[in-house]
C-alpha cells in the first residue's frame, strides 16, 4: 500500500493576521493580503518570482480581484513564477493568471481555498505552463464553494468542469 504526503510547511511564512479569518461571515472584509504583479510601466518587463513559500489567510472576502497569488494583465511575461509554495486559506482563488502568457504555475500546493485553486480569469492566457499543483480541500463545511474546478473566464456561459469535494 502506498500513501501520498503533502508538505505545506515552508522556511518562509506570509501570513494575514485576522483571527476571524475562518469564522463565516465574520463582516472582516480586509484581512488577508493581495500579491501581485500589475500593468504598471511595460508589460513585459516584470519579474514575479514567488518560490517555496507558505502563504497562509490571504485573498480578501468579498472584493473581486483580491486573489493570493495574481498575474495581472502582464502581456507576456516570462519572468513570473509561482512555483512550489503551499497557500492555505484562500478567500478567493488561490492564483490567478489575467491577461498573462508565458508564466508558469507549478508544483504548489493550495489548501483550504474558498473558490478556486487556479484561476485563469479571461480564457484569452497563452502558453503559460500549469502543472503538478495540488488543491485540496479538508472540510467541506469550511470551504462550502471549493470545487476542484478549471475555468477559463467568469462570464456568463463560460463552461468550467468541476468536482465537489
Known sequence: MAAEVIN????????GDDPDFNTPNSGSFLVGFHTGTFHVGTPNDSIYDIRYTRLENCGQK????????????????????VKGNAVINSAQAAITVHGTHDSTV?????????????YTEDGQEMNNLIVR????CSNLAKTPF??????TGW???????????
Request: charged share 15%.
Open 8 to 15: 505545506l510547511q515552508r522556511s518562509v511564512l506570509i501570513t
Open 62 to 81: 468579498n472584493i473581486l480581484g483580491r486573489y493570493c497569488l495574481h498575474f495581472h494583465m502582464k502581456s507576456n511575461c516570462s519572468n513570473c513564477y
Open 106 to 118: 507549478e508544483e504548489n500546493v493550495l489548501w483550504d481555498s474558498v473558490t478556486v485553486g487556479v
Open 133 to 136: 499543483n495540488v488543491m485540496i
Open 146 to 151: 471549493f470545487r476542484f474546478i478549471f475555468c
Open 155 to 165: 462570464r456568463p456561459g463560460v463552461k468550467c468542469f468541476s468536482y465537489k469535494c
